[in-house]
């Protein structure tokens, strides 16, 4: 079973320009999940779709980062303008629907806003 | 306001020993809790995970307590293998309700030989 894909794995960008993450869930799981982790920290969810509806977006800053996943399937993550605070790991995961313990993880994608 | 908490950034332990990785949560709503390791450049893999009906949850050489009256979990390691060199994550979350998992800072462990 393939696992999550996340791409780019690296990316390096200046303040005040624009990047998008990009994450192909496990084939047939419902639930999407983005996460910030910032370097010493747990991961912090940002959004959360099932299909292709939000769950729960209270903790994505909504002036500056979007996420959208048409289909259900595949999911896109965007962030406009990037600040030197969203240097962070980027990551991914997907779940069953109606089996919500146990996440599914990608690589994440490593952003550095110098 | 954090509301899962490992206090220790770090653990070394000898190969063949006992590893314990403790968690602490605050929210009393909380009544899932899973463990996740995460080797560099990966994302975490879940590990074992605990409702709070029961205390102890194994799985080989895996074993997860909690103490619901403290607000306290604990992760063992028994041996401790030098590829469970790892940081490990505590999470938290409600079965009902919202779905979001709550992480802890994580603990890096390193077995050495």
């Known amino acids: 079973e393939a696992g999550v894909a996340q791409s780019p794995r690296y990316k390096i960008i200046e303040k005040r320009q624009s990047v998008a993450f990009w994450c192909n869930p496990i084939?047939?799981?419902?639930?999407l999940y983005w996460y910030q982790q910032i370097l010493g920290q747990g991961p912090k969810l940002l959004i959360q779709f099932q299909n292709n509806g939000v769950v729960d977006d209270s903790q994505l800053p909504k002036d500056r980062f979007s996420a959208e996943r048409l289909k259900g399937v595949d999911s896109t993550l965007k962030i406009q303008p990037a600040k030197l605070e969203d240097s962070a790991v980027y990551l991914c995961a997907s779940s069953l629907s109606g089996s919500p313990f146990e996440q599914y993880f990608g690589p994440g994608t490593r952003l550095t806003v110098t | 306001d954090q509301q899962v908490k490992q206090n220790s950034p770090s653990l070394s332990v000898q190969e063949g020993r006992i590893s314990i990785l403790n968690c602490d949560y605050t929210n009393s709503m909380f009544d899932y809790f899973l463990w996740y390791k995460k080797y560099p450049a990966e994302g975490p893999t879940f590990l074992i995970s605990i409702s709070s009906i029961k205390d102890k949850n194994e799985d080989g050489r895996f074993t997860v307590f909690l103490n619901k009256s403290a607000k306290h979990l604990s992760l063992h390691i028994v041996p401790s293998q030098p590829g469970d060199s790892a940081v490990y994550f505590c999470?938290?979350?409600?079965?009902?309700?919202?779905?979001?998992?709550?992480f802890g800072t994580g603990t890096r462990l390193q077995v050495f030989p």
């Open positions: 999470a938290a979350k409600r079965s009902r309700g919202p779905d979001k998992l709550i």
């Open positions: 084939s047939g799981h419902a639930t």
